[in-house]
């Protein structure tokens, strides 16, 4: 029986990616925060509609004070709507990402599944319990974090468009 051996490229996809250029850690933040920042612009309205009309904690006029919390259903569900949806739809490129030139990429095919895309923002809140999971980046190969890893992803520079040439040798 012949010995198999592993080989770093076993699929067509990881031959396509390699050598593709990644974002830098400066990009990745700065793509986040906006796409954080939309979430919040988004939750807004929608938590002072709640409060309006469903728990009526609010008559509309007097001052009403609100707070984002992820430790509230309601915050955690636009951002997981937004994130996964965005980044779904739009093959990597939520609002944030555009903006930072940078896209988020499959290993395993062309256009990011469903499953990935919460995958990615279900691994926000593990980078962040785990304290250290966003500065991954920097002891990283590939330059993943946490929710990288988690969803089989790799972060490009979208910007930078070739890939470098290989040497020979």
Not at 28 to 56: C, K, M, N, Y
């Amino acid at each position: 029986m012949a010995k198999r051996h592993y080989h770093a490229h076993e699929s067509a996809r990881a031959d396509q990616l390699d050598g593709v250029p990644l974002a830098g850690f400066g990009q990745r933040a700065l793509g986040f925060l906006i796409d954080l920042l939309v979430v919040v612009l988004l939750w807004i309205p929608l938590e002072l509609t709640w409060a309006r009309f469903v728990s009526h904690t609010w008559n509309g006029t007097s001052h009403y004070s609100i707070t984002f919390s992820f430790h509230e259903w309601r915050g955690l569900l636009v951002a997981l709507l937004y994130f996964a949806l965005t980044n779904y739809f739009s093959n990597g490129k939520s609002l944030g990402k555009w903006i930072a030139r940078t896209r988020v990429l499959s290993l395993k095919r062309e256009h990011l599944g469903l499953w990935q895309c919460v995958e990615r923002v279900l691994g926000y809140g593990v980078a962040t319990a785990e304290g250290i999971g966003f500065l991954q980046y920097f002891f990283s190969q590939n330059r993943t974090c946490v929710h990288d890893r988690m969803a089989e992803t790799i972060v490009a520079d979208a910007h930078r468009k070739t890939k470098p040439q290989r040497r020979s040798g």
